[in-house]
Structure formats: structure tokens, C-alpha cells
């Protein structure tokens, strides 16, 4: 059975960084898509970046510049380095495991998820 533990989230000040984690288990990286979503209160989930197996990545619009996608395929988890952050950026945030279509940042596209990991930027 596959599962994803998301981990790192946390309060911070406009500006400021955080590193998100995805533990897994039961699956193997090079076989899926993996993706970082987030939803904030009254909002739908939105896709914020994605990295395919053989490394290819996509990020939003909103994150590029800011945001950075890594896996580390030997520890079977999955990163979400957040720098710059602003209050826009507080969410839910969830990893997700995915395959085809998955670079498009469709939620359609991803069929395993975690429990999630709470960020607030404070301004």
C-alpha cells in the first residue's frame, strides 16, 4: 500500500523560507510523477510544482522563481523548498503521487495523496 507523509510545514514572517518533505513508502519514485499541491481556506487545490521520473519539472506561474521540486529517489522522499514566501503562499500544502498527465498540475492526474502540512506566512 502506498503512502505519503508530508512534514516541515510550519509559521513563518513574510521573506522567510521553509522545506517541505514527503516521506514514502510503498512506491517507487522512478515510476510516478510526484507533485506538491496546495488549497488555501475557501479555495480550490492548485497545483504548485511537479518533477517526473526522469527528472523533467513544472512549476505555477505563482512559484516559479521562488519554489524548488527535488526527490531523493534513495530516501523515497519528495522536497518543496519555499523561499520568499508571502502571505499568498499560506496553504495546506499536499504531496501527491501521479503518472500520466501529471505535469500538467491537474489534480485529475494524481491518484495517491497525503494528510498534508500546514503553512502560514505571517506579513
Known amino acids: 500500500q502506498v503512502q505519503l507523509v508530508e512534514s516541515g510545514g510550519g509559521s513563518v514572517q513574510a521573506g522567510g523560507s521553509l522545506r517541505l518533505s514527503c516521506a514514502s513508502s510503498g512506491l517507487t519514485y522512478s515510476r510516478y510523477c510526484m507533485g506538491w499541491f496546495r488549497q488555501a481556506p475557501g479555495k480550490e487545490r492548485e497545483g504548485v510544482a511537479a518533477i517526473y521520473s526522469d527528472g523533467t519539472t513544472r512549476y505555477a506561474d505563482s512559484v516559479k522563481g521562488r519554489f524548488t521540486i527535488s526527490q531523493d529517489g534513495a530516501k523515497n522522499t519528495l522536497y518543496l523548498q519555499m523561499n520568499s514566501l508571502d502571505a499568498e503562499d499560506t496553504a495546506m500544502y499536499y504531496c501527491?503521487?501521479?503518472?500520466?498527465?501529471?505535469?500538467?498540475?491537474?489534480?485529475?492526474?494524481?491518484?495517491?495523496w497525503g494528510q498534508g502540512t500546514q503553512v502560514t506566512v505571517s506579513s
Open positions: 501527491a503521487a501521479g503518472g500520466s498527465g501529471c505535469l500538467t498540475l491537474g489534480v485529475y492526474a494524481y491518484y495517491v
